[in-house]
């Protein structure tokens, strides 16, 4: 492994996504190059249907590309089946979403125990309850997702993107669909805990505001990589 | 780790209601099967041992001719019980008096099943005797005691033998009717039958050996009689005797049969429609956790576990309430019935665990290994592994496991074949309907916003949700008509066999003389009677002039000898008429015209077993005599009339010189019994024979059999109520989302209401209307085929399942929904979210 690839956590190259449909091959990603640095925040940026979510998609391993390399911390996600995935994303990824994707069935502490739970640690309780309390909801530990509100839902989501100190955190449209006071708590409390956590940060978002909190910016426009705000990507290019 | 998240998550879902329908499903299967086949069997257990002791026996070989005593020593090495029987008649002498007597000479062991009923003296109460008289005693008719002016206690001559008088015989479970005053019947033991020296080389006598055990002992047994059966030897058991009480069970037997695959196949459609909500609704926790990194193997586990949990769980509750359920119901049959069931075997305890399993395996197993191939990519793309929601695979797979289980459960191929086959066709149907109606809206030029175009417009919405919930309906509702017109026209039809006013008593042996006298004695005493048949004990000796072969059996399937053409094996009453008897049907040909010369009519069952067709000639032997007669007509015979019947009635010039006796049927009522015995006192020739409580007997097990049946109805009316619960909750969410956008616009509550109102009665009422439709067509051929019974079309079901189910649907559904549409629009978004 290089010195450079330890300082990137996130390398794509050449990375491509076309989907078959009945018109024919329809391209949504075509041939996106860009390196992110360990600790940085970047936000991904695009007009609805530019194909933003695809490359969240494809860079935590949910889909598969039809093209180009992608290494997350080092590891050729690419060249990884399914279940390899899985357990790359257990041990280096966080997510938050947009409908916050909480199990309803379990309470707030047991859905921020989950991902520790699903990789068989055994002490999650401990690091969940006090995930819980930085996020404001250590009164709140014991009720199920329908008790709470939705900006408390999020923060649940986020308190469980963190169990397990993940090295990547992937988040999208995290504040979309809160209204502006709790959608400014989940930002504040995201970029805070990426920075106490010195995680890296990948945000999907069409909120321009949001994006310039972010170190970097990757543009995309009908699949195209169009601004990279990044020097590393600049020296490596 | 993954089976503690996996109980976590099983607790969770279970209390929040996720499991619960899937759970109930199952367990309604289970306890459907369990509670039928239980009552199922323990009554078909009952009814065995009843129809057993219409021949005191589970088989019965007879003969003309000693049967040989090795017969016995063998069954008994096939574990089976037997007893010994034989009959004759002869004097009975007396105080001065002699007697012609039929006597039945009884091993220790007789009956093997029914019950001997006697009484210490002529005044004394009927008690029940566990075998036959001991050595050296007789038991006497009440008649016999008349005639010999004798009473208990007092001896007897019976051949070179006397007898001390023990009891007054008053029923013999063999006796197809009971003793009546003239019928003079003796019972001895077999050990007597030598001091008697009654038995000669040429005497009469019959001769019996009974059978009774385990039906695959017997199947054994007789497997190896067979080979060394003579031809004057006859094995029958109570299924072979066409008497009315067999044909009644086993249409009894058919059709709580058929009321258990109903009830498999709606607790199928619970069971297949919950396990597919349930997954569903799982589909975001799995993309979930399998983004958080969880493993297919980790995800698999945990579900497979949910799936062995909620197995178990609703089998045990299934059994538990299963087993309460027929132990009420069996025990109110007992009650009702006056007879207690035997215990049930533990066959149906298996069948309906088995069927817990297959059901929750295989109509839970395709959604479940959907849900394990929902990809994470679901967290970002909501409407991935949607396309998964109608299963092609998952449809076939139901069907199929319907069908085996139908057949299994059935065990006959044709019922499974026509109900299955007329579900598939229901189903075509509907999707037929569905298109119907959804198209039905925009041409009925309803104006937008009324309650009717919405119900249409939320028809026409979902319209795969729909299709598959107005199946359902259907089939519910189809089954539902089925069993009750089913049972209707099966109890009618037995009513109508047995009026109240059937006859309860057979006068035989008149003679021409006698005939005017006892003729108006009866209507001077007021006394029903039915026509008087002339009747002569003929055989039928050949066929065109071909000899006929003895019958040796009846088992079961057995097949006739190619070579030899059947007979029937016995005399049979031989009758000549102008007219055709009233309750018979002429089939095929006509009836004797005035000018006919030695025809004949036979019924159509005796056709067939002679294996003769119209235009053949018989060859009768009456005694010494011999004539020819041609078959000019087939009759069809009701014989659970009770009235006098025929297998072969011949024209009147055929047998008009040959001396007759002649035979009827009376209805005696209470107070008539002493006037009617005082007839018999006068004409002593003359016999009567008793079938009072052999109706009473038929009666009894109707009304067993119509409470099972009424039992099973409930049964099948609480499946398809949960058929419809499952349906209506699967659709809840999409209801609550649509209830919130139409208030957002604005609309009244009153609007909704109604509109979900309209939708539920629209689905019920087309579910009803084609459910009439298709039942009544698959009724026609059930009940032709399988029951044979006349076979009718039912218009009124017509506009009963169009209102049925309209009401059934409507008022179910809106109950289901009501609670959803009290809740106002932000507790509908906090359950929705």
Redesign the interface.
Known sequence: MSALSQLNIIQVKGLSKTVTTLEGDLPILSDITFNVKSGDSVAVVGTSGSGK?TL??LL?G??QSSKGEIYLDGEPLHTLN??AR??????K?G?V?Q?F??????TAL?NVM??A??????NAKQQALELLEKVGLSHRVEHY??QLS?GEQQRVAIA?AFIGTPKILFA?EPSANLDSKNGKLIESLLFELNQSHGTTLVLVTHDETLAQKCQHILQIEAGQLVKNTSEVIANVG | MWAKLALKLFSREFRRGELTVICAAIALAVLTVLTLSMVTDRIGQSIAQKSSAFIAADRVLASSHTIPADYLTKAQEYKLQTAKLTYFDTMLFANDEMQLSSVKAVSPEYPLKGELKVKSSLTGTVEVAKQGPSEGHVWFSESVFYALKVEVGDIVELGAAQFVIEKVLVEEPDAPFNIFSSSRRVLLNEADIDATQVIQPGSRVFYRQLYAGDEDDITSFYAWLKPQMKENQQWYGVKDRQSPIANSLNRAESFLLLAGLLGIILAAVAIAVSAKRYCERQYDPVAMMKTLGGSRTTIRKIYLLHLSMVCLLSVLVGLVIGYGLQEIATGYLAKSMSNSLPAASAKPWLVAISTGVICAVMFSIKPLLDLFDIPPLRVLRRNLGDKLLVSKVHLAMSGLTVFLLMWLFSNNIKITAILFISTLILIALLFGLSRLIFGGGRKLGLRPGSSWSLAIASIQKRANANAVQLISFSLAIKLLLFLVVLKNDMISDWESQLPSDAPNAFLVNITESELPEVNSYLAQKNIQVSEFYPTIRGRVNAVNGELVAREVSLEDNEKKDEEARSGIGRELNLTWLADAPAHNEIIDGQWFTDEAIAEASVEESMLARLDVKMGDTLTFLIGAQSFDAKITSVRKVNWATLKPNFFIILSPDVLADFPATYISSVRIEGEQKREFSELLRNYPTINAIDVDSFVKQIRSTISQVSLAIGFVLAIVVLCGALVLISQVQASLGERMQEIVILRTLGAKGRLIKNATLYEFLLLGASAGFVAALISDLALLVVQKEMFDLAGKLHPHIWLLGPLAGGIFVSVLGYMMIARTMRKNTQGLLRSLA
């Open positions: 979510s969240l998609s935590a949910l889909d399914e279940e899985a357990a790359l994303r257990a041990a990824v997510f979403f409908s994707m909480l199990v309803q069935s379990l047991e989950l991902p739970e699903l990789a068989g640690e055994k997702p329908s939705g469980r999208d």
